[in-house]
């Protein structure tokens, strides 16, 4: 007796429904996160050379993969803004969404330091090009959360996105031989550790005093010790010293990074794009102890930052793995 029953396909799998329905429409703008991640990673194992006495070859290969996500990921929003422009200014505009913009100008000033050692230019005209488009993009954002009426749910970690940005500024431009540089980062400073300061506020009291944040959202939770650390690096690069008070802003750092690390790193919430979000607060981490321990030479300080380096590199191995994966599955950029 023969049998009529269907056999299954290929074309039937959740893997092949996926890849049917993925479009760039669908490419998210905080996979730039991604950028950042690496970037921070090359930088700290460029800090660990120093340190350790790793290979260069290390920091730069890390590097030039840096340069080839920044390049896709590049053009692969450039065509979904030239094909989906609508979307795109939905993104832009939306409360939550359009933070993440942020991480596209933070990238671009990362990765003039990921090409510093490579080419000068290359990392000056970056760098311009990332601090005018961040303080741009931080007017934009100030501007639009003062026009009130902003609902509590949408105050959210990754608000604080672009106060770091302005940060960064800093962090990457502190030896550019321009003459107008060193005011620029000054402004930067300024308005970062402001905007950090009262974004951080408003985040804090509505995760007391607001619903939990949805599953997707719980990775960026994890911003909440960047404006600290990233302070940390541009307060030092600004002053060209570690003191007291950048020690503070370390160690706060340190402290926030245990307090939200126990409700991220949990089997129940699951890899999405969004994970990403961890990978530059953790390597803002790590640069900022290893340079604290460079300057103190205490072994527990340098024990601490090895392991927080090995965390980070692990950490984001694993995210860059789960990515492909979810990319040629054609998941990432399905609906």
């Given at each position: 007796?023969?049998?009529?029953?269907?056999?299954?396909?290929?074309?039937?799998?959740?893997?092949?429904?996926?890849?049917?329905?993925?479009?760039?429409?669908?490419?998210?703008?905080?996979?730039?996160?991604?950028?950042?991640?690496?970037?921070?990673?090359?930088?700290?194992?460029?800090?660990?050379?120093?340190?350790?006495?790793?290979?260069?070859?290390?920091?730069?290969?890390?590097?030039?993969?840096?340069?080839?996500?920044?390049?896709?990921?590049?053009?692969?929003?450039?065509?979904?803004?030239?094909?989906?422009?609508?979307?795109?200014?939905?993104?832009?505009?939306?409360?939550?969404?359009?933070?993440?913009?942020?991480?596209?100008?933070?990238?671009?000033?990362?990765?003039?330091?990921?090409?510093?050692?490579?080419?000068?230019?290359?990392?000056?005209?970056?760098?311009?090009?990332?601090?005018?488009?961040?303080?741009?993009?931080?007017?934009?954002?100030?501007?639009?959360?003062?026009?009130?009426?902003?609902?509590?749910?949408?105050?959210?970690?990754?608000?604080?996105?672009?106060?770091?940005?302005?940060?960064?500024?800093?962090?990457?431009?502190?030896?550019?031989?321009?003459?107008?540089?060193?005011?620029?980062?000054?402004?930067?400073?300024?308005?970062?550790?402001?905007?950090?300061?009262?974004?951080?506020?408003?985040?804090?009291?509505?995760?007391?005093?607001?619903?939990?944040?949805?599953?997707?959202?719980?990775?960026?939770?994890?911003?909440?010790?960047?404006?600290?650390?990233?302070?940390?690096?541009?307060y030092t690069n600004v002053t060209?010293?570690?003191?007291?008070?950048?020690?503070?802003?370390?160690?706060?750092?340190?402290?926030?990074?245990?307090?939200?690390?126990?409700?991220?790193?949990?089997?129940?919430?699951?890899?999405?794009?969004?994970?990403?979000?961890?990978?530059?607060?953790?390597?803002?981490?790590?640069?900022?102890?290893?340079?604290?321990?460079?300057?103190?030479?205490?072994?527990?300080?340098?024990?601490?930052?090895?392991?927080?380096l090995a965390f980070l590199t692990?950490?984001?191995?694993?995210?860059?793995?789960?990515?492909?994966?979810?990319?040629?599955?054609?998941?990432?950029?399905?609906?």
């Amino acid at each position: 007796m023969s049998s009529s029953s269907p056999i299954p396909s290929a074309a039937a799998t959740p893997a092949s429904a996926a890849a049917a329905t993925a479009s760039i429409k669908n490419l998210p703008v905080n996979l730039f996160a991604s950028v950042m991640g690496l970037a921070g990673l090359t930088s700290a194992w460029r800090g660990a050379t120093h340190m350790f006495g790793a290979s260069d070859a290390i920091a730069n290969g890390i590097g030039v993969v840096t340069v080839l996500v920044f390049i896709a990921m590049a053009a692969g929003y450039l065509a979904k803004w030239s094909r989906f422009p609508q979307v795109v200014r939905a993104e832009f505009t939306h409360p939550v969404a359009g933070n993440f913009f942020g991480t596209v100008t933070i990238a671009v000033l990362l990765l003039s330091s990921v090409v510093a050692p490579w080419s000068v230019t290359a990392q000056q005209l970056l760098w311009t090009v990332g601090a005018i488009a961040t303080l741009i993009l931080s007017y934009i954002v100030v501007a639009r959360v003062m026009q009130g009426q902003m609902a509590g749910n949408n105050v959210v970690p990754a608000w604080l996105i672009p106060g770091v940005a302005s940060l960064d500024i800093a962090v990457t431009g502190a030896t550019m031989p321009m003459a107008w540089a060193p005011q620029v980062n000054l402004i930067a400073l300024a308005i970062g550790t402001i905007v950090a300061i009262v974004f951080f506020t408003m985040i804090f009291s509505r995760l007391v005093h607001g619903d939990p944040l949805p599953t997707a959202m719980i990775p960026s939770l994890m911003v909440m010790i960047a404006p600290f650390e990233v302070g940390f690096l541009a307060y030092t690069n600004v002053t060209h010293q570690v003191d007291m008070f950048s020690a503070l802003l370390f160690w706060f750092g340190m402290f926030m990074t245990l307090v939200v690390g126990v409700r991220v790193f949990r089997p129940s919430v699951t890899f999405a794009p969004s994970w990403w979000g961890i990978s530059f607060p953790l390597a803002a981490l790590s640069n900022a102890a290893l340079k604290y321990a460079s300057v103190n030479g205490s072994t527990p300080l340098m024990i601490l930052a090895g392991l927080i380096l090995a965390f980070l590199t692990v950490a984001i191995a694993v995210l860059f793995v789960r990515t492909l994966h979810s990319l040629f599955s054609g998941k990432l950029l399905s609906a």
